[in-house]
């Protein structure tokens, strides 16, 4: 007997049926069985609204990866009766769109409107995105873009003005929980974990769905007698990377919330923060040469050293590379934490620049100009200068701003660390410049 399969054509022969992943298998039917969303899809939230307004805009989906995303778009499609055309930024180019808006506008004329979801929007390039306006703005699509970049940055401005963002949260714990329970109940069995090693697997996910998911899978694929701890656990699986871009907005945020530990003078956040973007992968140089940035800016005189302890700790990070050259940056950390915060000198600074901007072009007073040839001294140059070490107390007194101009007050020190002491001498020498009508 000949095969059936012989006498069919390649494009007609049967495809074997293959096993669905757990994460297509659970994917939700419905918006309301979307995991963790729910301060965009209730009826407060801006997708919700939307929905009951029946009133869908463009949208950019802004969020970390396995949060929902695609899901989202295609049940949007669903509740809005809109066909769906999913195109990837990635593997896309100006050829493909023209046939994706091609295909739309026919689709129009047949009565029916499309919902076009972009994954990794921010990777097309400015021309690519301004491709999108008119199509946007005639009606042919609803644009719904997806990325994990901060949209502010990598989006034109005139993409921006024509679709609001969504900002989708990264999955909490609870999350990840409920959607343990939905796997098991399709899968049929209870994951081979104690209570320890579940909640273990959980965090591993780092916050993302479709890797929890996975996870899970090959959990519940696993051959065991009774149930594993966390160290067996461990043992058969490896732990996520966390998420970090050294040149995106992840490599930002942490930054940004470093700074603002030390800042804050919380050692503990700051070592946290610090130690984040080590395991992320940063390069220990970039980062010593925030922490002295930070010295300068936000402890300034309060505490000259803590700058030279920044330099001191880059210094040994070159010498003895890591892991202990990181241990002499973690100590900067520790020690810029602790230190008595001023930005006096920061703000002095800039007071300083924007009045040399607006008084640029006025010259200093005569009495402190030098006089090297007699036309300069018939002009007065150097006249009635008071060299200050004649006098009793080292301090003259006279004016050193161009003639006429108001005296500005730059630096204002603080009543902390060092400054404290700074403040007390310029105290005095305001007091004494005023006895002597400086």
């Known amino acids: 007997m000949t095969d059936l399969f012989d006498t069919m054509p390649e494009s007609g022969r049967a495809e074997p049926s293959l096993p669905r992943p757990l994460a297509d298998r659970i994917r939700p039917a419905r918006l309301s069985e979307v995991i963790g969303q729910d301060q965009v899809l209730g ?32 049940l949007l499609a669903d509740a809005t009766d809109l066909a769906f055309v999913q195109i990837s930024a990635i593997f896309s180019g100006v050829p493909e769109l023209r046939k994706v808006f091609d295909s739309a506008k026919l689709r129009r004329q047949q009565g029916r409107g499309t919902l076009l979801f972009v994954d990794e929007i921010h990777r097309f390039n400015k021309a690519q995105q301004d491709g999108f306006l008119p199509h946007m703005e005639d009606g042919t699509i609803l644009l719904v873009g997806a990325t994990t970049e901060n949209p ?32 098991e109940a399709e899968l049929g069995c209870k994951l081979p974990l104690t209570g320890e090693a579940r909640e273990a697997l959980l965090e591993m996910a780092d916050g993302d769905g479709r890797a929890c998911l996975n996870l899970i899978e090959q959990v519940a ?11 067996a656990l461990a043992q058969r699986l490896m732990r996520r990377a966390a998420k970090y871009d050294k040149s995106g907005d992840e490599h930002y945020n942490l930054i940004s919330a470093l700074h603002k530990s030390v800042r804050g003078s919380d050692p503990d956040a700051a070592l946290y923060w610090f130690a984040r973007m080590l395991e992320g992968g940063e390069d220990p140089r970039y980062l010593a040469r925030r922490l002295t940035r930070m010295a300068v800016e936000d402890i300034g005189l309060a505490d000259p050293a803590a700058q030279r302890h920044c330099l001191d700790a880059w210094s040994l990070y070159e010498r003895l590379g890591s892991p202990e050259g990181e241990l002499a940056l973690a100590q900067a950390v520790i020690y810029l934490a602790l230190a008595p915060k001023s930005n006096a000198g920061y703000v002095a600074y800039k007071g300083a620049r924007a009045e040399a901007r607006r008084t640029g072009s006025l010259m200093p007073p005569a009495h402190i100009l030098n006089a090297p040839t007699k036309m300069m001294k018939d002009q007065g140059y150097g006249a009635g200068y008071a060299y200050d070490h004649d006098a009793e107390d080292g301090f003259s007194g006279q004016n050193y701003f161009p003639d006429g101009m108001k005296r500005p007050v730059l630096y204002s020190p603080v009543e902390r660390g060092f400054e404290r002491e700074l403040k007390k001498r310029l105290d005095w020498f305001v007091a004494q410049r005023l006895k002597r009508g400086g």
């Open 152 to 183: 502010s940055f990598e989006l034109n401005a005139a993409l921006m003005s024509r679709a609001q963002v969504i900002v989708l949260k990264r999955l909490e714990l609870s999350d990840l929980e409920r959607m343990a329970q939905r796997a």
């Open 43 to 74: 009826p407060d939230g801006p997708l919700g609204a939307m929905l009951a307004a029946h009133s869908l805009s463009s949208l950019i989906l802004w969020g970390p990866p396995g949060v929902g995303k695609t899901t989202i778009a295609r």
């Open 221 to 231: 694929a696993w051959k065991v007698e009774g149930k594993l701890g966390t160290d």
